[in-house]
Nanobody, 122 residues
Framework: QVQLVESGGGLVQAGGSLRLSCAAS????????MGWFRQAPGKEREFVAC????????YYADSVKGRFTISRDNAKNTVYLQMNSLKPEDTAGYYC???????????????WGQGTQVTVSS
């Protein structure tokens, strides 16, 4: 089992920045690919970014490429999502997830956090 707890969400104006964190406990964090997903009301959960176990590979959704950066610190069992130049359409619940392969599909991730809300005002 892996327990994931997100933090860092909040209310920010368009153009602002937030840094989300996801702290993991349980099984060896460095064994897992970590991903960030988001879900807005009435919409399906969508891929945001993921990072390989070593941090050497990162992938982003086109909608966030160049604005968001995913990183991880295996010594601290934590994955981060730095979000810059935020837009109102980035408003959503943000979830971190742990899985076994680099993938944009939610079904490929076994463990999920409870989420943290990000609201971007115009």
């Amino acid at each position: 089992q892996v327990q994931l707890v997100e933090s860092g969400g909040g209310l920010v104006q368009a153009g602002g920045s937030l840094r989300l964190s996801c702290a993991a406990s349980g099984r060896t964090f460095s064994n897992y690919v970590m991903g960030w997903f988001r879900q807005a009301p009435g919409k399906e959960r969508e891929f945001v970014a993921c990072i390989s176990w070593s941090g050497g590979q990162t992938y982003y959704a086109d909608s966030v490429k160049g604005r968001f950066t995913i990183s991880r610190d295996n010594a601290k069992n934590t994955v981060y999502l730095q979000m810059n130049s935020l837009k109102p359409e980035d408003t959503a619940g943000y979830y971190c997830a742990a899985g076994g392969s680099v993938s944009p599909r939610p079904s490929d991730y076994k463990y999920w956090g409870q989420g943290t809300q990000v609201t971007v005002s115009s």
